[in-house]
């Protein structure tokens, strides 16, 4: 079975025992999690979409917090000893889906 499921403003296809690394989410390793914002679900020849689904994907925090690559916006205006820099690393969680109920 597969899903459409959107986590944190982000739409992700899942089906049961993938790894995502998702944007962060309260919890800490080894408690389970339930979306409840499904899309889409396929599972075989059946398709169901919009207010028709009642799935619930539901999850497990491997790690709770994970930084990402750093990212860096610099901001110069040449010849006006104008320069900005800032900086930052997305936080993401690693979860795994356990099942599509």
Do not use: C, W
């Amino acid at each position: 079975m597969l899903a459409v499921v959107k986590i944190a403003g982000q739409q992700f296809k899942v089906k049961a025992g993938d790894s995502l690394y998702v944007p962060h989410i309260e919890g800490k390793a080894g408690d389970s999690v339930e979306f409840s914002d499904v899309l889409i679900t396929h599972s075989g020849d059946n398709v169901v979409s919009g207010s028709d689904v009642k799935a619930v994907v539901k999850a497990e925090i491997i790690s709770d917090l994970i930084k990402g690559d750093k990212v860096i916006a610099f901001k110069m205006k040449r010849r006006k000893g104008f320069r900005k820099k800032h900086g930052h690393r997305t936080q993401y969680t690693h979860i795994k889906v356990t099942a599509i109920a």
